[in-house]
């Protein structure tokens, strides 16, 4: 199954700013998700990224909030913008890869808004 | 919308015991997914149950997957401290091409 590299794997970020997440796979994939974990709880889809094509989103989630960008088949960036204490989670990129349609996710990116 | 219920949310058990977790889900879909996280983790692929009937076995952890009834189960045999982690199921809808639905997840806790 493909190997996701995936940074930072944690920030401290001031209200008000952006990150720039990245996930980088070590295989061709045509889709990456993007998730959101926030404390405590389960996970959430926030978008679909196809390469050549607008991600979709999905109910909750804006483009203004959360663009994302996917350049080519092996990488793919999240952006959490205009930052503020409810963005902080765990976000998690993932892909489908190997034969058995598995879903293999990156290590997660632990993001804290002050 | 696809729902994916989990139950027991929480689960607190001795070693040595067996118990089972269960996972409804609210539409068709032969695609469940079973994961544990640690704390402070990513997640760790334990099954991934594809057709009605599916069984898969993991030392002890043992999945299966009922497509008739829209549920799955994750049993736990003869329960060991180092299984203390929080479990999801997940449901694939789309074939691929629409992501995971997460059940809210079973915090497991095993006491020596």
């Known amino acids: 199954s493909a190997v996701i590299s995936q940074k930072p794997s944690r920030d401290i970020c001031q209200r008000g700013t952006s990150l720039t997440i990245q996930c980088q796979v070590d295989?061709?994939?045509?889709?990456m998700f993007w998730y959101r974990q926030q404390p405590g709880q389960s996970l959430t889809l926030i978008a679909t990224?196809?390469?050549?094509?607008?991600?979709?989103?999905e109910s909750g989630f804006v483009i203004d909030k959360f663009p994302i960008s996917r350049p080519n088949l092996t990488f793919s960036t999240l952006t959490v913008s205009n930052m503020s204490p409810e963005d902080s989670s765990i976000y998690l990129c993932?892909?489908?890869?190997?034969?058995?349609?598995?879903?293999?996710f990156g290590s997660g990116t632990r993001l804290t808004v002050v | 919308e696809l729902k994916v219920e989990q139950n027991p949310l929480f689960l607190s058990m001795q070693e040595g015991k067996n118990y089972t977790i269960y996972c409804n889900y609210s539409?068709?879909?032969?695609?469940l997914y079973w994961y544990r996280q640690d704390p402070g983790k990513s997640l760790e692929s334990l099954f991934v149950?594809?057709?009605?009937?599916a069984v898969k076995q993991e030392g002890r952890l043992m999945a299966s997957l009922d497509t008739k009834a829209r549920l799955s189960t994750l049993h736990i045999t003869a329960a060991v401290h180092d299984l203390s982690a929080t479990y999801f199921c997940?449901?694939?809808?789309?074939?691929?091409?629409?992501?995971?639905?997460f059940g809210k997840g079973t915090h497991l806790i095993i006491q020596p």
């Open positions: 993932s892909v489908v890869s190997g034969g058995n349609y598995g879903y293999t």
């Open positions: 295989s061709q994939v045509t889709m």
């Open positions: 990224a196809n390469q050549g094509s607008e991600a979709t989103y």
């Open positions: 539409t068709t879909s032969d695609r």
């Open positions: 149950l594809l057709s009605n009937g």
């Open positions: 997940a449901v694939d809808s789309g074939g691929g091409a629409d992501g995971l639905t």
